[in-house]
């Protein structure tokens, strides 16, 4: 955990209580965030069935979900991962496949998904859900079947709030540049071409490369090098606001420990690493610039401590997501919905 940083304030997770809405259920906010989001949404009695309310209040959900960019539902009867993918498809029945993968995971249920297979003693940085694909889901959803024993918090950053938090300079340049994705697939390093495009057939993997826009150069039958050249901030669809939407640090070997860093530098070239980004042009992102981008996450972080049951409810391009590490079990699953269909909303 960052010394120093806001979210620190943020432990408790105590709920301020605002207005009732609705007869069965109370909206509030976490203790210290003054109608910030996540918006908490809990039954006032325990037979309140979730899919149902979340049915007879579509209209109110969206309009509080892109307010506050993500809502908490808490202390429903939500007992497993069956339920927890009954109540994401009551949003949408067609749940997103996790394609061009960049994080190991495995499917628990139908198309809910780990949240990633990373090891437990590794902090996931921020990022919104496949922000570097030109297909991404506009809506992610976790559940929390067992609450960690100590840390594993999911930490959120509101993307309209980490983009102005960044000085004028770094987003004029990166809304002029764009981002360059690079991968480096089948070294051994980091995951293999078949993981990422879930397929052994080549020619599936060159036709899914054409038409997602991506450059791709076999280097023999193991190994491949794509590169893919992104917007770095997006429009919002529905509210127009701008927004940080990338992966531009989050790949960034700057973001790399510095042992990590120069330990994987000893073991292959620069370009050979398992991922890594530029400007859209090729100029690569300094240090200064990764450092710069990681401190307007950290003044936007938010997080809380995990509840059994508990079903976290995001706009992936208004809110970014990220991993503490932790201690004991853990199992927090994940569920995508609605795509961006290939579209970009471009500033």
């Given at each position: 955990?960052?010394?120093?940083?806001p979210?620190?304030?943020l432990?408790?997770?105590?709920?301020?209580?605002?207005a009732?809405n609705?007869?069965l259920?109370?909206?509030?906010?976490?203790?210290?965030?003054?109608?910030?989001?996540?918006?908490?949404?809990?039954?006032?009695?325990?037979?309140?069935?979730?899919?149902?309310?979340?049915d007879?209040?579509?209209?109110?959900i969206?309009?509080?979900?892109?307010?506050y960019g993500g809502i908490?539902?808490?202390?429903?009867?939500t007992e497993s991962v069956?339920?927890?993918?009954?109540v994401v498809?009551?949003?949408?029945?067609d749940?997103?496949?996790?394609?061009e993968?960049?994080?190991?995971?495995?499917k628990?249920?139908?198309?809910?998904y780990?949240?990633?297979?990373?090891?437990a003693?590794?902090r996931?940085?921020?990022h919104?859900e496949?922000a570097?694909?030109?297909?991404?889901?506009l809506e992610?959803f976790?559940?929390c079947?067992?609450q960690?024993?100590?840390g594993?918090e999911?930490?959120?950053?509101?993307s309209?709030?980490?983009?102005?938090?960044?000085?004028?300079?770094t987003?004029k340049?990166f809304e002029?540049?764009g981002?360059m994705?690079q991968r480096y697939l089948?070294s051994?390093?980091?995951?293999?071409?078949?993981?990422?495009?879930?397929?052994?057939n080549?020619?599936?993997?060159?036709?899914?490369?054409?038409?997602?826009?991506?450059?791709?150069?076999?280097?023999?039958e193991k190994k491949?090098?794509?590169?893919?050249?992104?917007?770095?901030?997006?429009?919002h669809?529905?509210?127009?606001?701008?927004l940080?939407f990338?992966?531009a640090?989050?790949?960034?070997?700057?973001?790399m420990h510095e042992?990590?860093r120069?330990q994987l530098?000893s073991?292959?070239?620069?370009?050979?690493?398992p991922?890594?980004?530029y400007?859209g042009?090729?100029e690569?992102?300094?240090r200064?610039?990764?450092?710069?981008i990681m401190d307007?996450f950290?003044?936007?972080?938010?997080?809380?401590?995990?509840i059994?049951?508990?079903?976290l409810?995001?706009?992936?391009?208004?809110?970014?997501?990220?991993?503490?590490?932790?201690e004991?079990q853990?199992k927090?699953?994940v569920a995508?919905?609605?795509?961006?269909q290939?579209?970009?909303f471009t500033?």
């Open positions: 955990m960052l010394k120093n940083s979210f620190q304030k432990k408790s997770t105590t709920a301020t209580s605002v009732l609705e007869e259920v109370t909206y509030s906010f976490l203790e210290g965030r003054d109608e910030d989001g996540p918006l908490v949404i809990k039954p006032v009695q325990a037979d309140v069935v979730l899919n149902a309310w979340i007879a209040n579509r209209d109110l969206q309009k509080k979900l892109l307010k908490l539902f808490r202390g429903f009867q069956p339920d927890f993918e009954s498809k009551t949003f949408g029945d749940l997103l496949d996790y394609n993968r960049s994080s190991p995971r495995h628990v249920e139908g198309k809910v780990t949240s990633t297979d990373h090891p003693d590794q996931i940085h921020f919104n496949l570097y694909s030109k297909n991404w889901p992610i976790f559940y079947d067992i960690p024993g100590k594993g999911t930490p959120i950053a509101d309209r709030k980490v983009y102005l938090n960044l000085s004028e300079a987003r340049k002029e540049k981002v994705y089948g051994g390093l980091g995951l293999s071409w078949q993981e990422v495009f879930q397929t052994e080549k020619d599936d993997v060159e036709a899914y490369c054409k038409e997602s826009g991506i450059e791709l150069e076999w280097v023999d491949v090098i794509t590169r893919s050249r992104r917007p770095a901030v997006q429009r669809p529905e509210t127009g606001e701008l940080w990338n992966h640090h989050f790949f960034n070997i700057w973001n042992e990590e120069e530098l073991m292959v070239r620069e370009n050979e690493i991922f890594n980004t400007f042009d090729g690569p992102i300094s200064e610039v990764v450092a710069e307007a950290d003044k936007a972080w938010v997080e809380f401590p995990w059994k049951g508990d079903i409810y995001l706009d992936n391009m208004l809110m970014a997501h990220s991993r503490n590490s932790y004991g853990r927090v699953v995508m919905n609605k795509t961006n290939g579209k970009t500033a």
